[in-house]
């Protein structure tokens, strides 16, 4: 499986406190071995057709799509800020 970022979640996972940091990469390992692990919380984002979301924490999420064999990384902040957000398409 081939993982890409977007230039979006790139930007934010660099301001986002290293402890968050540190889980996303446990919780990034869970989500390889089983994307839909009931630990990871994974639903789809109301309103979006193939945008999914997935817990880090009770506050922070990450959201993804899948293009075949392909996962897209697309955005990672609070629940909040993914929530409201309507410009999730970014370049990779």
Not at 1 to 26: G, H, N, Y
Not at 56 to 61: A, E, G, K, L
Not at 78 to 89: F, G, K, R, Y
Request: charged share 30%.
């Amino acid at each position: 499986m081939k993982i890409l970022r977007t230039r979006s979640f790139e930007r934010e996972f660099i301001k986002l406190p290293s402890a968050i940091r540190e889980r996303f990469v446990q919780k990034l390992g869970s989500f390889l071995s089983d994307p839909f692990h009931p630990s990871l919380r994974s639903k789809k984002m109301q309103g979006r057709i193939d945008i999914w979301e997935v817990s880090i924490t009770m506050n922070y999420r990450f959201t993804f799509d899948r293009d075949g064999g392909v996962i897209h990384l697309r955005r990672i902040s609070i629940h909040d800020i993914l929530s409201w957000s309507t410009s999730d398409v970014d370049h990779i």
